[in-house]
């Protein structure tokens, strides 16, 4: 049975044609057909004139009224999704052939508005946002089933934008998952908690810009702040780096940051610190390398300008605290903080200290993250690397 038909305006129209994913209300014209749709029922989104558009699903109760699937007239059902998932699993063998941790699924970033596919070796976790992807659930596991069989599935539905889709809040795990996974990444062992850990259990998003620091760190003293499970120092360690400093808060996350360099020989290079960041680095001297990948700052419009204070603080503060021809990675994970943004911040804050920077290198979410061109909201993270002059 074909999916009933919602015409667009031409403003919709011209959104679905320029690759987003994201529709509001005021772009549909049949908005009181929208008062007739259940939350997360797919649809065919026509033009005015009712020629076919794209298959996508609605939930008349979200802030993001439509959301794009795919602009083919087809079914959606385990079927889509086997393909989708064969043709994202070669995408993540290209660009990390030898590697059993990855994500599947990159939810717009894949085309696949609303899900979050993890893989830690034997274990997938899946995140769905959206109301459209909660009536596809089924679908959506068979499919990775058939693609992958797993020996669990962990449902990670604990995020918050959930509740904003009318969904319950919970954590579902199908199949076998006996505590924490001990699984190896870019040759390092950490452990990975897919039921309790922040996120899916780990940061994949940050693996490039942790291969980049390597080249920068022989011999130096680093400092590792936010450092949650270590991620950063152990990197830094195995390149050869003489001292370590890791700092964070979080005590659970320091005793995990813990346990990872000693799985890996490392702990002998590494003291970790639990105190808040801008106490450490008011207190400390200089170090020859600074790393900072502070958590989002800015969550929502609504925390920009308070959010930018923070950004601004912590890297003055870490600027103070790095040597002549020392390095600064600077990261910021809020899509809310562009890249020019983060750029121009620590450039003022720089001149204050009459400090010259260097612009090393960009880095950006890895590359089974892949933002999507026609939505910058997809490009979330990014991290400068500066010598400090």
Known sequence: MPYR??????????????????LSKKDFKDRHVLRDLSPGCLVRLLTPENHFLAVGYINPKSYIVGRVLCRKDVHIGVDF???????????????????????????EGDLLPGLTIDVYQRVCVVQIATAGMECLREEILQALREILAPQAVVLRNDLPVREEEGLPLGTEILGTVRGPLKVQIDGLWYVVDPVHGQKTGFFLDQRENRRKIRRYVRDKMVYDLYCYSGAFALNAAHAGAQRILAVDRSQEALAQAEENAR????????????ERVENFLENT???????????????????????????RQVNKLALKNILAEGVLLSASCSQFLSLSALKDLINREARAYLRSLQLLEYGMQALDHPPLMAMPETFYLKALFLRIF
């Open 81 to 107: 999704f086997i393909e989708q998932f064969k043709r994202s699993l070669s995408r993540r063998k290209e660009v990390y052939p030898t590697e059993e941790c990855f994500r599947l699924v990159h939810a």
């Open 285 to 311: 001297s200089p170090a020859q390398v600074v790393i900072l990948d502070p958590p989002a700052f800015i969550k929502h419009r609504r925390a920009l300008k308070s959010g930018l204070l923070r950004y």
């Open 5 to 22: 038909g919602v015409r667009l305006t031409p403003q919709g129209v011209g959104k679905v044609l320029s690759g987003r994913l994201w």
């Open 263 to 274: 799985l890996n020989g490392l702990h002998h290079k590494i003291v970790f610190i639990q």
